[in-house]
T-cell receptor
Framework: DAGVIQSPRHEVTEMGQEVTLRCKPI?????LFWYRQTMMRGLELLIY????????DSGMPEDRFSAKMPNASFSTLKIQPSEPRDSAVYFC???????????FGSGTRLTVV | AQTVTQSQPEMSVQEAETVTLSCTYD???????LFWYKQPPSRQMILVIR??????QNATENRFSVNFQKAAKSFSLKISDSQLGDTAMYFC?????????FGKGTSLLVTP
């Protein structure tokens, strides 16, 4: 298995633009997570899907952030409009039934200028 | 609230020596899972070791082992025979079920 695949690896965008981050989880995993990593706040959970259904989105910062999981093999995290304070590394992770086989993607470094 | 505390922001160890990274956590749950992740400059999050709270025996993975003290809510990582490739940020993480709660990390430098 190729592991959790995220794209793009780097993204630089101007303030106000829409940004879409993509994630392909490991085949067979039924849990998918989006995390954000910043120097100030460390690693924090944004949203958690189980069997393609959002279970916990309490970590989503505000309405500018949205996430979807249309099927078991694909998820997106969208920011619209983007702001400089959204600059961070965004990780996608997948697992089986919660804590089993928890695997992270290589992350997307987002820079909003 | 469930918190994870790593009290050592930075540590340094010489090659071939042993180093221990500290982690404490706070939870009211009885069943949970604990992890140590390594993040090298490539930023990939690499699972080092995992411990289930219901297991008394400390987990071991080659040169990496943990000292899990459930009553004290302590989960330290010991790295034996340190190698230059062990240089990285190390994160302790906790979950009662799904979302991982991370500590702020310990930056470990292995010197020749």
């Amino acid at each position: 298995d190729a592991g959790v695949i995220q794209s793009p690896r780097h993204e630089v965008t101007e303030m106000g633009q829409e940004v879409t981050l993509r994630c392909k989880p490991i085949s067979g995993h039924n849990s998918l997570f989006w995390y954000r990593q910043t120097m100030m706040r460390g690693l924090e959970l944004l949203i958690y899907f189980n069997n393609n259904v959002p279970i916990d989105d309490s970590g989503m910062p505000e309405d500018r952030f949205s996430a979807k999981m249309p099927n078991a093999s694909f998820s997106t995290l969208k920011i619209q409009p983007s702001e400089p304070r959204d600059s961070a590394v965004y990780f996608c992770a997948s697992s089986f039934n919660g804590p089993y086989g928890y695997t992270f993607g290589s992350g997307t470094r987002l820079t909003v200028v | 609230a469930q918190t994870v505390t790593q009290s050592q922001p930075e540590m340094s160890v010489q090659e071939a020596e042993t180093v221990t990274l500290s982690c404490t956590y706070d939870t009211s749950e009885n069943n949970y899972y604990l992890f140590w992740y390594k993040q090298p400059p490539s930023r990939q999050m690499i699972l080092v070791i995992r411990q289930e709270a219901y297991k008394q025996q400390n987990a071991t993975e080659n040169r990496f082992s943990v000292n899990f003290q459930k009553a004290a809510k302590s989960f330290s990582l010991k790295i034996s025979d340190s190698q230059l490739g062990d240089t990285a940020m190390y994160f302790c993480a906790f979950t009662p079920g799904y979302a991982l709660n991370f500590g702020k990390g310990t930056s470990l430098l292995v010197t020749p």
